[in-house]
């Protein structure tokens, strides 16, 4: 059974950093497309950054520059680091995966974290 946990989050000032990791259980991250998102009170979620099935990276344009996504195949982790976060940035932060070809859309992914909140102050 495939299970995804989340850590490393928190609360920060405007301009500082935090690192987020997905531990995974059940499967390797290796070749499968493998993703970070996010929830914030009132919004829908919305795209941060994957890693395609081919290993292609995309970020969303609001933290191209600020985030970096990574994985490391023999921790079986996924990494968010987030730096010069903004106020903006606060939401719940979640990784998912799919086991399938290809990267489908955020509602098809088969398997989600619990998530993990991120809080930026002004």
């Known amino acids: 059974q495939v299970r995804l946990v989340e850590s490393g989050g928190g609360s920060v000032q405007a301009g500082g950093s935090l690192r987020l990791s997905c531990a995974a259980a059940g499967y390797t991250y290796s070749s499968y497309c493998i993703a970070w998102f996010r929830q914030a009170p009132g919004k829908e979620r919305e795209g941060v950054a994957r890693?395609?099935?081919?290993?292609?990276?995309r970020y969303a344009d609001s933290v191209k520059g600020r985030f970096t996504i990574s994985k490391d195949n023999a921790k079986n982790t996924l990494y968010l680091q987030m730096n010069r976060l903004k106020p903006e940035d606060t939401a719940m932060y979640y990784c998912?995966?799919?086991?399938?070809?290809?990267?489908?859309?955020?509602?098809?992914?088969?398997?989600w974290g619990q998530g993990t909140q991120v809080t930026v102050s002004s």
């Open positions: 890693i395609d099935s081919d290993g292609y990276i």
């Open positions: 998912a995966a799919d086991l399938g070809v290809g990267c489908p859309p955020a509602a098809e992914f088969g398997y």
